[in-house]
């Protein structure tokens, strides 16, 4: 991250997560020079993955980026319009072969590296927000290296991180809650900073259309929210396969118009989430069926996963299919 990077980012106004890349080629030969070269995921990484050898090098380095971009006055960057207040510690360190690396070392490798890097971005800025370096998924290679992470961590991070590429219909919300619930975080919130429904078909399927993928795309990001996920980033149309299409990115953005400032999400059936909104509205997203609580009475307004908006009773609405309903105060 440079800051024509920021500026650009800013211009649009947009959030910024940094992950912090704790690794450069100097640094790693210096106490990895006779390890094994890998294949790094990312070209911009070098050719070694290890945790800096020159803790106080590697504390100096990201001690001066989280000051030039915390936006208290002290060192930062020219004409920062917002601070950047949300830090990544590496990305996927569990993912060591099959398409690449992102990472050399074991589960207490990374921990001593995430304790060192969450004490230095803290120090550097008190009111930044640290994410552990997403986990790949709750496939069991990944799960057997992050337990020890999260059983050991403490406080060391303020937010968990989980990624789902194509591989779970939610995004392994639900399991994933469970897994910091399980590991001492329940006190902890988590994002899915790489979330894409799954567009290959299952065994013994069809291939699901570009309409099945938009209407699953609603489901899978309302389901994830219910179960627990403060944000989620949606990868669509920048994934390198082309997403699973513009049905399902109109989809994604229709549902973050209607509840992105949402201020509580519950599960009122198997398939149906109540929203509620700052403004007293409260959206209600319905599917396979689904009807409206009991209580709600009169006419509401619908809109489909599509785009098309209509009313409706809310003592007869049935949810053919996914569907967000607002009842105005």
């Not at 640094?27 to 020079?33: F, T, V």
């Not at 920062?80 to 993912?95: D, F, G, K, Q, T």
């Not at 919130?189 to 299952?202: D, R, Y």
Request: glycine letters at 10%.
């Amino acid at each position: 991250m440079a800051d024509w990077h920021v500026q650009r980012w800013q211009a649009d106004r947009l959030a910024i997560i940094g992950t912090i890349w704790p690794f450069v080629d100097w640094d790693q030969r210096s106490c990895h020079g006779s390890d094994p070269e890998v294949r790094p995921v990312l070209w911009e990484l070098p050719t070694r993955l290890f945790a800096p050898c020159d803790d106080e090098a590697f504390v100096a380095w990201l001690s001066d980026v989280v000051e030039r971009y915390d936006g208290d006055g002290i060192d930062d960057m020219p004409n920062l319009a917002y601070p950047i207040r949300h830090w990544e510690v590496a990305n996927e360190p569990a993912m060591q072969g099959g398409h690449g690396h992102f990472f050399q070392g074991s589960s207490a490798d990374y921990l001593t590296m995430l304790r060192l890097a969450s004490d230095t971005i803290r120090a550097a800025d008190p009111e930044a927000v640290v994410l552990t370096g997403g986990q790949a998924g709750m496939q069991p290679d990944f799960v057997d290296f992050w337990r020890p992470v999260l059983e050991s961590a403490g406080n060391t991070f303020d937010v968990g991180n989980i990624h789902s590429i194509g591989s779970d219909q939610s995004f392994f919300s639900d399991d994933y809650r469970g897994f910091l619930d399980e590991t001492g975080h329940s006190d902890k919130g988590f994002w899915v900073t790489e979330a894409l429904v799954p567009t290959a078909p299952g065994p013994g399927e069809m291939a699901p259309t570009r309409d099945q993928l938009a209407q699953n795309t609603m489901t899978g990001f309302v389901t994830a929210l219910a179960d627990g996920a403060s944000r989620i980033f949606n990868v669509g149309p920048h994934d390198p396969t082309g997403g699973p299409g513009p049905e399902s990115d109109a989809a994604y953005l229709l549902l973050a118009r209607t509840v992105s400032d949402f201020t509580s999400a519950t599960w009122t059936s198997n398939t149906s989430v109540r929203f509620e909104m700052p403004d007293g509205r409260v959206v209600h997203v319905l599917w396979n069926g689904a009807n409206l609580p009991a209580s709600i009475v009169g006419t509401v307004e619908t809109a489909t996963y599509d785009g098309i908006s209509g009313s409706a009773d809310a003592t007869t609405f049935t949810a053919d299919v996914p569907t967000l309903v607002t009842v105005n105060p």
